[in-house]
């Protein structure tokens, strides 16, 4: 039948009917991917999109552009992909076949997934599930063919959600570490003395510059990628090269923040470190954004340039050009709309509204079990210990912020913090102890915390405890960090049950398997800081010291 042809008034009915029942299916997917992923978004926006949002004492404008962000972007990654998937619609030809099976299987799979998710409290992977749902309706209602055409602002929505912290704060590093070399080289290649120790720059006249977690890149990155990846849907280059562009945004992101370092570190040395962090790093930071635009459209160009230069030039043509909509489309979005009235669309429905009633009770059940006490750690350490043939002793228990134990999800009884020191306050060891039964989140790695709390991680390895009761030696980690009052040395270490580990991802995916089968197991993480007063590797003495009689005080009481 020709769909430009009038429709009679008997088939007006069954079109009308098939009308409501597809607006009625879409209600119920939209009202169900609202409920499960309510929490996940919520989190997203206040935690991720805008941290500043519950301060209560800022007005709206300062709670959307206040507080340190990574995905500052994140709000306009769905715009820009409702933009894109309208004109997709509109103005390309979207053929309609339907295949419900791989479809309902995808969004099956996805939407179980984000269940035990829920279940497990894992955050992050909830939001990309959330794009494999979205990848499943699509194939169910319109088939790989409309999947073909329609996969872009789908997956675009990747770039909105936001990794898990501990990765954040693993890459920051990273990338801290990698731009503060790069820089010290380049200063060293245009005859500028400079030295690099940790995340310090040394400079001439004892000039000294602190490459922090914002001139490390990850921002940039995070933000260019989705740039990037927008830029290379639409540039000129097609198939492979077209991947390649996309793969050039992580070096062209990096060497642009290295050539911004650069820059910092010659007006540290023509003027001083303080025009150089103050103004001139507060203005110069589009300048990663210039340099990274500049390099994303040369390289472009420099493809095109090089393969007309070797007598294979490539054949630019316009976006879409192949399959524009023609006049027998005209009615493509109602039919895209009314496709969601046969089976697949009601069981998608169905597996949407299983899944938000499923996501809801994992939600209740996490946050019950969290504030749930699992042993109270007030007795846990003496409040006098013999390390090292030193005498030290405690006042008693640090009470911890609200806000801490919120994030957390622990009770006070969970959490320990006290500090110790000798005759005279000399040598003082401060110890932080958080502990949970089958409470993920009450254990996270103290970078972020420590970060959070206004000092820079300069250095990160791994140390060993020897002489552990029960234990020839123990692998823990060590951070060193700076600030206005010098240097600190952190090493801790993470309780698993009965055992020990320094590997975060191995404890947090122990406990959830744990909590999956039912069995809550006990965590911990144990934390020493030891100013260092001169010597590093006397606080590092120090805290390893300390740390070996505490373990042997909590293995008893920590079960």
């Known amino acids: 039948m020709d769909e430009n042809q009038p429709v009679s008034p008997l088939a007006a009915g069954p079109s009308r009917r098939r009308g409501i029942l597809a607006a009625l299916v879409w209600l119920v997917i939209l009202a169900a991917l609202t409920v499960a992923y309510a929490e996940t978004f919520s989190v997203m926006w206040i935690y991720h999109w805008f ?46 076949r339907p295949n419900p099976v791989a479809g309902l299987t995808l969004t099956a799979a996805c939407l179980a997934l984000h269940v035990v998710a829920c279940i497990a409290d894992v955050q992050f992977i909830r939001g990309f599930i959330f794009v494999g749902v979205l990848l499943g309706l699509v194939v169910c209602l319109w088939g790989f063919s409309g999947l073909r055409r329609l996969w872009f602002p789908v997956v675009f929505l990747a770039f909105m959600m936001p990794l898990a912290p501990v990765m ?61 990846a927008l830029y290379c849907y639409v540039c000129r280059l097609r198939g492979l090269w ?55 459209f040369g390289l472009e160009k420099a493809v095109l340039s090089i393969r007309r230069a070797i007598g294979r030039p490539a054949t630019v043509t316009p976006l879409m050009h192949d399959v524009r909509r023609t006049d027998a489309d005209r009615n493509q979005a109602g039919r895209l709309f009314g496709a969601a009235a046969g089976w697949g669309g009601w069981v998608a429905a169905g597996l949407c509204v299983v899944a938000a009633v499923g996501a809801v009770r994992a939600e209740r059940l996490g946050t019950n079990a969290a504030g749930l006490p699992s042993k109270a750690l007030g007795e846990a350490l003496p409040k006098e210990m013999l390390v090292d043939g030193r005498r030290l002793v405690t006042a008693g228990n640090e009470p911890p ?58 250095a990160k390895g791994t140390v060993t405890v020897r002489e552990v009761a029960g234990r020839e030696e123990l692998a823990c980690r060590e951070l060193v960090t700076i600030n206005a009052e010098g240097q600190t040395c952190f090493v801790y270490v993470y309780k698993l049950g ?14 959830i398997w744990e909590g999956l089968r039912g069995r809550g197991l006990s965590g911990a993480l144990i934390r020493v800081a030891v100013r260092s007063e001169g010597s590093l590797e006397a606080a590092r003495k120090r805290a390893t010291g300390f740390l070996r009689v505490a373990l042997t005080h909590l293995d008893r009481e920590l079960k």
């Open 51 to 96: 941290p500043a949002w519950d301060s209560p004492d800022l007005g709206l404008y300062e709670r959307l552009t206040e507080g340190d962000s990574y995905y500052t972007h994140g709000p306009l990654i769905p715009l820009v992909a409702v933009g894109i998937l309208y004109l997709l619609v509109r103005y390309t030809k979207i053929r309609i």
């Open 168 to 228: 954040i704060t693993q890459l920051n590093f990273r990338l801290k570490m990698l731009a503060a070399g790069w820089g010290a080289q380049l200063a060293d290649w245009i005859a500028i003395p400079c030295a690099r120790r940790g995340s310090m720059l040394l400079l001439a006249d004892e000039k000294v510059l602190q490459v922090g977690n914002v001139c490390s890149g990850l921002r940039t990155l995070i933000s260019l990628m989705a740039f990037g």
């Open 242 to 296: 077209r991947l390649g562009m996309l793969a050039m945004v992580v070096p062209v992101t990096l060497v642009a923040n290295t050539l911004r370092i650069l820059c910092l570190i010659v007006v540290a040395h023509v003027a001083d470190v303080e025009t150089a962090t103050g103004i001139f790093h507060d203005g110069s930071g589009v300048l990663i954004f210039v340099f990274a635009f500049l390099g994303m």
């Open 401 to 458: 912020g609200e806000t801490e134990l919120r994030v957390l999800g622990i009770g006070r009884e969970d959490y320990l913090r006290r500090v110790y020191s000798g005759a005279g306050g000399l040598g003082a060891v401060e110890i932080l102890v958080t502990y949970s039964r089958g409470n993920r989140r009450g254990v996270h790695p103290p970078d972020q915390c420590i970060e959070g709390s206004g000092s820079t991680i300069i």
């Open 498 to 511: 009965n055992r020990y580990t320094s590997n975060w991802y191995a404890q947090q995916l122990m406990i």
